[in-house]
């Protein structure tokens, strides 16, 4: 994965958003976020996707018993991972 600064992001927005590279963008040396492209699809295939991806989210909220906010918590990059939490 390429690492690139925020300012070159911008920068060089076009260059990086019609690329196929995932990205991890940081501020500061800092990661802010990642840009993740995704591959040309039809309205109907991203649709199906999301309820696919909805619907596995689902099952696994009610195999772990764990909330939805639970899991975003646990999902944050920005902070370390606690498992005692959940």
């Known amino acids: 994965m390429q690492h690139v600064g925020v300012r070159d ?3 060089n927005a076009t260059k990086y958003l ?3 590279d995932m990205l991890a963008v940081e ?3 800092r990661l802010i976020g990642y ?3 995704v591959p040309q699809a039809s309205r109907e295939e ?3 996707a ?3 991806f909805d619907a596995a989210v689902e099952k696994f909220l009610e195999a ?3 909330r939805r906010d639970e899991l975003a918590d646990a999902l944050n990059l920005t902070t370390p991972f ?3 939490r959940y």
């Open 9 to 11: 992001f911008r920068d």
């Open 18 to 20: 019609s690329g196929k």
């Open 27 to 29: 501020k500061h040396g």
């Open 35 to 37: 840009y993740i492209p």
């Open 46 to 48: 991203t649709r199906q």
């Open 50 to 52: 999301l309820a696919a």
């Open 64 to 66: 772990t018993g764990m």
């Open 82 to 84: 606690d498992p005692s």
